[in-house]
């Protein structure tokens, strides 16, 4: 079945580091890719997609790129802060409008100063 | 304008009760989705329910487990007869076209 694979937490950096979230998955067919993110106490956010291979989300200053070939999904930051500090979500869907999700376990990103 | 609104944050119930999750969506959105996180695993999408219609419910478990989402008032996802093993985060999303899901903060069901 379809599933989604991130790297474990937490990730403990300091301001203005750089960020990598690895994220792999294996799906049916050709899935959509997302990042949410989860700030305490808040429900999930969509933080980027990606419909189709080679394509790049971005928001706020983070970006991933769609990878058919590595099957991969990893969110970058060049430079993170404090505010950043949150649970990242990878997920995938096989229907197009991206309501039915696969998630991984979520990532936890601590930025400290 | 508020988001998706779940309640109660914590809950608790010993093995046997039942347990009741609500979830009101955002202002306006008809589609509701119900989803669960088990301790070290990521969200699994249980059901997909329109006003007064299940739309998908492949991720329910065939079992004690029931969602509905009436005309008026919040989506009521209900478990009966609790175990241990439904210890989990429940989370509800809506969507305004079926599209681009918001999530709320969830509910962490406890038994004990």
């Known amino acids: 079945g379809d599933s989604v694979t991130q790297m474990e937490g937490p990730v403990t950096l300091s301001e203005e580091a750089f960020l990598t979230i690895n994220c792999t998955y294996t799906?049916?067919?050709?899935?959509?890719l997302f990042w949410y993110v989860q700030y305490p106490g808040e429900g999930l956010q969509l933080l980027l997609k990606?419909?189709?291979?080679?394509d790049k989300g971005s928001n706020k200053g983070f970006e991933a790129t769609y990878r058919k070939e590595t099957t991969s999904f990893h969110l970058e930051k060049g430079s993170v802060q404090v505010s950043d500090s949150a649970v990242y979500f990878c997920?995938?869907?096989?229907?197009?409008?991206?309501?039915?999700?696969?998630f991984g376990t979520g990532t936890q990103l601590k930025v400290e100063l | 304008n508020a988001g998706v609104m779940q309640n109660p944050r914590h809950l608790v119930r010993r093995r046997g009760q039942e347990a009741r999750l609500r979830c009101s969506p955002m202002?306006?959105?008809?589609?509701v989705y119900w989803y669960r996180q088990l301790p070290e695993e990521g969200l699994k999408f249980m059901v997909y329910?329109?006003?007064?219609?299940?739309?998908?419910e492949s991720g329910m478990p065939k079992e004690r487990f029931s969602a509905e989402f009436p005309k008026e008032g919040p989506s009521i996802l209900r478990i009966q007869q609790v175990v241990r093993g439904d210890s989990a985060a429940y989370f509800c999303?809506?969507?305004?076209?079926?599209?681009?899901?918001?999530f709320g903060s969830g509910t962490q069901l406890s038994v004990l």
């Open positions: 999303a809506s969507s305004l076209t079926g599209e681009g899901l918001f």
């Open positions: 799906a049916t067919g050709y899935p959509s």
């Open positions: 990606a419909t189709k291979a080679d």
């Open positions: 997920a995938l869907s096989v229907t197009g409008g991206g309501n039915k999700l696969t």
């Open positions: 202002k306006g959105h008809s589609h």
């Open positions: 329910l329109q006003k007064e219609n299940i739309i998908d």
